[in-house]
């Protein structure tokens, strides 16, 4: 291996397997970079800066993974972590469940970020209702009514815990159908990304897009 290949093979590194079709993440991402994800399985879609952030935050994965189990050796806490959940063709990784199904998640990134979603948690609501949706099925679990988010601030050190409500039941369903619907619908006919009109510059999947190839209207900055 040639030195400068050692940057391109550490941050195209992942461990990650997708137990299902579509992940719970999928399910929050826009559906045409999940259709061309799927399409083209080697094409890479993440920018190297936000690899290195995954990098530290799967390192603070690990460090809190290893902290939760010695906890359970010395007080058996009864939390499971990293709980791979799967039902049908969806499956995800709960961080955190608590005894009575309670799910946490951890979240790193900078606190502005961070202070941003706090205001607005839908996106971490829609995550922590598909993971206790996902439990309730596979496990019988009772679908409860809230999860935790614990937050670290990687620029500041702050960190902190929000209590989110989740989604009813009836409406995680609807948001998974809606969901698998959208993925029924042919790449031709799928409308283009929400964020298409000032991102599409720094979008790794605009060699495959053809909005990117063939929509005018698109400003080249």
């Not at 190297?48 to 530290?56: F, G, H, L, Q, R």
């Amino acid at each position: 291996m040639k030195p400068e290949d050692i940057l391109d093979m550490v941050l195209n590194y992942s461990e990650y397997e997708k137990g299902g079709k579509y992940s719970a993440s999928d399910i929050l991402s826009e559906p045409l970079r999940v259709k061309l994800k799927k399409k083209y399985p080697n094409l890479d879609d993440v920018k190297p800066i936000d690899k290195v952030a995954s990098v530290i935050g799967t390192g603070f994965h690990e460090m809190a993974e290893k902290a939760m189990e010695a906890e359970n050796a010395f007080n058996d806490t009864g939390i499971r972590t990293e709980v791979k959940l799967k039902f049908n063709n969806i499956s995800g990784t709960a961080d955190l469940i608590f005894p009575d199904g309670t799910i946490g998640d951890y979240k790193t990134s900078k606190e502005a970020t961070l202070k941003k979603t706090i205001s607005n948690p839908i996106k971490w609501q829609e995550q922590l209702s598909i993971y206790a949706l996902l439990n309730h099925k596979e496990n019988g679990v009772k679908y409860g009514t809230k999860g935790y988010i614990f937050w670290v601030a990687v620029d500041t050190r702050k960190t902190g815990m929000l209590e989110v409500e989740l989604l009813p039941k009836s409406e995680t369903i609807s948001l998974i159908k809606e969901f698998l619907a959208e993925m029924d619908i042919p790449i031709e006919e799928t409308k283009k990304c929400k964020d298409c009109s000032w991102l599409y510059k720094w979008c790794s999947s605009r060699s495959v897009c053809s909005y990117y190839n063939n929509d005018d209207t698109v400003i080249d900055w």
